[in-house]
């Protein structure tokens, strides 16, 4: 009988096979080695991208606050502007109101010389122009005269 016929396992098989596994162990133990390396060159790198990506992120925040605090700043000094005005359109419409309780002849007085302002300038345009110019011109000043004899009368 030999021991290759039957069911007979020699002690160095099992040595040789614990060498193997043992081999294996250190081949697997150095690749989770390496490995964790690896992934520690990973993490280093995802982490500097994601500094990176904050970076640039504040620096565009920055810009738009920078922007929106311009633009904030424009909007108090049109809000200044729109305030005057109507502290502006107050006092006009204050005069208007004054006006309109002026009696009547003394609105008339005050638009008579007016009307003879008016006149006076058209006088003086008229010299400085052409002769067909001067000629509808007077026609003009004709209207103002008729206007101003009836808030005389």
């Not at 990506?53 to 606050?65: E, I, K």
């Not at 006076?120 to 509808?136: M, P, T």
């Amino acid at each position: 009988m030999s021991a290759a016929t039957e069911k007979v396992h020699q002690i160095e098989d099992y040595q040789q096979k614990s060498d193997v596994e043992a081999m294996g162990d250190k081949i697997a133990a150095n690749v989770g080695d390496n490995a964790q390396r690896d992934m520690g060159k990973v993490a280093i790198i995802v982490s500097f991208m994601a500094t990176v990506l904050l970076v640039v992120f504040f620096y565009g925040l920055n810009q738009n606050l920078s922007s929106l605090t311009a633009e904030v700043k424009d909007l108090q000094s049109v809000r200044g502007e729109v305030a005057d005005l109507n502290s502006q359109m107050a006092v006009v419409d204050g005069r208007l109101v004054e006006l309109e309780k002026l009696p009547t002849k003394t609105r008339h007085i005050i638009m008579d010389g007016i009307l003879e302002e008016m006149n006076q300038k058209a006088a003086y345009v008229g010299a400085q122009l052409s002769e067909e110019e001067q000629a509808k011109l007077a026609k003009v000043q004709e209207l103002l005269k008729d206007v101003q004899s009836g808030l005389q009368k």
